[in-house]
């Protein structure tokens, strides 16, 4: 029974540190649509950030991807919705009401969505990335942004070129241990740092 519960926490901590992150980026996105000039809101479809929202897609349904559609899908995040999903697997859908997709490329060129949420494996996370924000679709990225390095500059370049915004889901600088810690760091009551170790337990499977 403590197993279960202290499971339970954790996934909860976990979803709760996503949407504040997400929430954080949708609030971004709106920001820069409001004070885009009229020719590119026109460009973004005539979007009014401010009362319509933004259509959100996911891309790809495993565990996490599973979690941002069930917060978007519940509608916990201001300004955000569920509005389409991909995956490969046609038994992701199951449970699903909203279009579903087995083609990326399908989904991002729908109209259905005005941003997406890659929860796909690392690999596929900066060629869907460069092909949405190509669609004009603002991006966040699930860790890890990429597995190369130069890959993770390409999709910077693209969102660049673009002018759409980009975020990486680095879900725990919400956390109130790890703001916690960066202030006690930004003051300097450390010290100079010379290095650091992190010592986390989260298991991650062979496949992960």
Not at 28 to 44: H, R, V
Request: proline share 4%; aromatic share 6%.
């Amino acid at each position: 029974m403590a197993e279960n519960k202290h499971k339970t926490t954790i996934e909860i901590n976990a979803q709760d540190n996503a949407s504040r992150v997400v929430k954080q980026a949708f609030d971004q996105i709106a920001d820069s649509a409001a004070k885009a000039s009229a020719k590119t809101k026109q460009e973004l479809s005539g979007l009014d950030a401010a009362t319509k929202g933004f259509n959100d897609g996911i891309m790809g349904l495993g565990n996490i991807g599973r979690l941002h559609a069930g917060y978007l899908g519940k509608g916990e995040i201001r300004r955000a919705s569920l509005a389409a999903v991909f995956d490969v697997n046609p038994a992701c859908f199951e449970s699903m009401t909203v279009p579903t997709f087995t083609k990326s490329e399908d989904m991002l060129k729908s109209g259905l969505v005005d941003a997406v949420i890659i929860a796909t494996p690392h690999y596929f996370h900066p060629p869907i990335a460069a092909e949405a924000m190509r669609a004009g679709l603002h991006v966040i990225s699930e860790k890890p942004m990429a597995v190369q390095v130069s890959a993770a500059d390409e999709m910077i370049r693209v969102a660049k070129e673009t002018g759409v915004v980009f975020a990486v889901m680095f879900n725990q600088r919400t956390s109130p241990m790890v703001q916690g810690a960066r202030k006690i760091v930004a003051e300097g009551r450390l010290g100079p740092l010379y290095r650091t170790l992190l010592v986390e337990g989260w298991f991650r499977s062979q496949a992960y």
